[in-house]
């Protein structure tokens, strides 16, 4: 038995850590270094005892916990010993951000407290970590031997108990940032309990996972990568490779080559080293395997196991094929999280791109052909964060794993995983917004007479085309000395609705485009806007206030910032990781997909241009809401989009109520990021809603010197605008 921690616990493990947290972060890289690497040679030095202990308290056979767990363990360790050393270096200008919450499941006890606790500890934060209430004897292990290496006190710390601990170190007020592997529905609790907190997160959560068999594929190795794709760790893999999807001119070859390897496959006792699938953690997962199986059965696909009996003590299930299951099945969808294959066929490449994408999540793909131009067409087109070309499952310290859509966010592993562990300090820093002059909705009547006023109210900007708002209402813009200078539409619920399908019928050719191509429009975009400069210099003076030079400086600021995004737009690349194979992991930097961007209050022109422009220059479309005080800059601007070859639906600017839309764009669930810069109570509403289909958010609620070149542009917008793909690529015969 062990302890069942409650909020005393996790307030003196808090607290310890916080103790610790400054002598830690204030030691050389080198010192933090030196323990990192004395912690690789700890589990180095003690494998075998790891080994053991991770299979007895997880049930796997004990040939992947000494082969694969206790080594990958080892690898992180000593990976992250060199991200400590290179830290002030390589991530200059950065910090650590304190006391770091995690919880980390059951199914890679060990691995995944090495994941989580190397980066951590590199950049120099202090950790709180909480274990699986199946699986927590590793954890206490390592714990006790890393004090026995020389670990300071306080700076990992260790707590056991179930969701109850795991809730209370989430909800605790000096934890920093929360880490979390585990389901999706867990996730969605995380994300709405830390709306508005400012804890940084990151979520690795569930998969559906497609293993794509093209007409020409080594089906030899197609069924032992299928073997080590679904009944590796008894099919309880967050990335298991789950559906089969394959070609229909090969399918019943395979199916029978598959049926005859299922057939020798060994269940039984984990320890034993013949063993090929261990027990299933618990019964209470072994029972929703059942479940989901009986399920799978009555929608009618066709289930097939081999002819032996799993033994009947403990929590054994055999491998399990379905055949004939269609795409919309519960089996097809819902993560079984056991020994359980679930096959569907395709005729085409574009049939076979639209079935792995059938699913909200996106962690992992596994495609097989000898063509490796097929190969690389298809691996871009796939909603996962990690593919693997004729191999699965390959995962290394050097290479940051993570998801897509509703398998969460934030990466583990080499430079992307350790940006995790630290800030610099821009987002979210300074003075909330306080009170400021806002468009006046629904207004009094007012002459257009009165003054030689003449009636002008901006439309929105959908689809590459000006539009009237749906609710048919406007909202009047005022001076600093309350003058009326125009009207902007009210947009609502169905003007975002129209805006993210145009956004996403632009989505696709944009995405594509070269970046040479979007860097052309962005520089033809800032050679439109400088010729217009003094119209625009005086449209902000109007709303703003202050001297001509005020308005002229804020213009010409953003014309350079239009040409910053344009020198990125073909210079953001992904790099080739070192991993230990033969052949290379391509870290792809790829676009989100459609972006929403919540513009701030001041800089009205340049605030806009500074959150669309880095979305865009890296193929996202957006849809913009912009000041809602002072939107008559954006709505002056989309009449320099018009002429500056942009395509239609690549911006969207929808005026209004800026909380109101920002809600319901977060709310969205085809709106796939969203960066916000408002409230405090905005940015709390913008995260919480966000949980609907864990889209990635952005948000401030302090204030911005967007003039400011070192927190105003630059690598954190673009880290922010792209996710990272890498793709496994194995070489030679």
Same mark, same amino acid.
């Given at each position: 038995k062990v302890t069942q921690g409650g909020a005393k616990d996790v307030d003196g493990a808090v607290a310890a850590a916080r103790k610790a947290f400054p002598g830690w972060s204030r030691l050389s890289p080198h010192a933090r270094a030196r323990h990192l690497y004395a912690l690789a040679r700890m589990v180095q030095k003690h494998s075998r005892l790891f080994a053991v202990v991770e299979t007895m308290d997880n049930g796997k056979p004990i040939r992947e916990t000494r082969d694969l767990d206790v080594p990958l363990v080892a690898r992180h360790f000593h990976h992250h010993a060199g991200w400590a050393q290179l830290r002030d270096t390589e991530f200059a200008g950065y910090e650590p951000l304190g006391v770091i919450g995690q919880i980390i499941p059951w199914n890679f006890p060990l691995l995944m407290l090495a994941w989580k606790v190397a980066p951590a500890l590199a950049a120099g934060n202090t950790v709180v970590l909480k274990p699986a209430e199946f699986t927590p004897l590793s954890a206490l292990l390592f714990a006790e031997l890393a004090h026995q290496a020389g670990l300071p006190p306080g700076v990992l710390n260790i707590l056991t108990g179930d969701g109850a601990t795991g809730a209370a170190l989430v909800d605790h007020p000096r934890v920093d940032k929360i @880490? &979390?592997? /585990?389901s999706t529905e867990v996730g969605r609790i995380i994300r709405k309990a830390t709306a508005g907190s400012g804890k940084k997160l990151s979520l690795e959560l569930g998969g559906k996972s497609p293993f794509i068999v093209?007409?020409?594929?080594?089906?030899?190795?197609?069924?032992?990568?299928?073997?080590?794709?679904?009944? &590796?760790?008894? /099919?309880?893999?967050?990335?298991? /490779?789950?559906?089969l999807l394959v070609h229909e001119g090969i399918a019943d070859t395979l199916y029978a080559k598959l049926k005859a390897r299922m057939e020798k496959l060994r269940v039984g006792p984990p320890l034993d080293k013949a063993v090929d699938m261990g027990a299933i953690v618990a019964p209470v997962q072994l029972d929703r395997i059942r479940r989901l199986v009986r399920k799978g059965k009555d929608e009618g696909a066709v289930m097939w196991q081999p002819s032996w009996a799993v033994p009947k003590e403990g929590c054994f299930y055999p491998p399990t094929l379905f055949t004939d299951v269609f795409p919309s099945s519960t089996i097809a969808q819902v993560e079984i999280f056991g020994p359980v294959l679930v096959s569907m066929t395709f005729r085409t490449p574009d049939e076979s791109v639209a079935l792995a994408n059938n699913t909200p999540f996106g962690l992992a793909a596994s495609l097989w052909t000898e063509n490796i131009n097929l190969a690389l067409d298809i691996a871009p087109k796939l909603k996962a964060g990690v593919v693997w070309v004729n191999a699965t499952n390959l995962f290394d310290a050097a290479s940051g794993f993570g998801g897509y859509r509703e398998s969460g966010f934030g990466r583990e592993g080499g430079r992307e995983g350790m940006w995790e562990y630290l800030a610099r300090g821009e987002m979210g820093e300074g003075r909330g917004e306080k009170g400021r002059p806002t468009a006046i909705s629904h207004p009094p009547r007012i002459s257009p007479l009165a003054d030689g006023w003449i009636d002008r109210t901006a439309k929105l900007f959908i689809g590459g085309r000006q539009a009237r708002p749906d609710s048919g209402y406007s909202r009047?813009? +005022?001076?600093?000395?309350? =003058? %009326? +200078?125009?009207? %902007?539409?009210?947009?609502?619920?169905?003007?975002? =609705?129209? @805006?993210v399908e145009a956004a996403h019928a632009a989505g696709n050719g944009w995405a594509r485009s070269t970046g040479h191509l979007r860097a052309q429009i962005l520089y033809y975009i800032g050679e439109n806007l400088d010729a217009r400069s003094d119209d625009f210099a005086r449209r902000l003076v109007s709303m703003r206030g202050g001297s001509a030079r005020d308005g002229r400086r804020e213009v010409e600021a953003t014309v350079r910032r239009l040409f910053t995004y344009a020198a990125w737009a073909d210079k953001w690349d992904g790099a080739v990781h070192n991993v230990p194979i033969r052949g290379v992991a391509l870290a792809m930097h790829e676009p989100i997909g459609v972006a929403g961007a919540v513009c701030p209050s001041e800089a009205p022109l340049l605030g806009f241009v500074s959150l669309v422009a880095p979305l865009i220059a890296t193929g996202n479309t957006v849809i913009a809401i912009p000041s809602e005080a002072h939107p008559l800059a954006a709505t002056d601007l989309y009449q320099v989009l018009e002429t500056s070859d942009l395509p239609g639906g690549v911006v969207n600017i929808v005026t209004g109520a800026r909380d109101v839309l920002a809600k319901t764009l977060a709310e969205h669930d085809d709106v796939e990021a969203l960066w916000y810069v408002g409230s405090a109570e905005g940015v709390k509403a913008v995260e919480f809603a966000s949980a609907s289909n864990m889209k990635r958010t952005w948000c401030s609620s302090g204030r911005r010197d967007w003039f400011d070149e070192a927190g105003g542009e630059g690598r954190h917008f673009l880290r922010e605008a792209v996710q990272v793909k890498n793709v496994w690529i194995p070489y030679g015969e």
């Open positions: @880490a &979390f592997t /585990g093209y007409q020409d594929a080594d089906l030899d190795g197609v069924v032992e990568g299928v073997v080590d794709a679904i009944w &590796f760790n008894q /099919g309880q893999v967050c990335c298991a /490779g789950s559906r009047v813009v +005022l001076s600093p000395k309350g =003058r %009326v +200078l125009g009207e %902007v539409g009210e947009g609502n619920r169905k003007d975002i =609705r129209n @805006a």
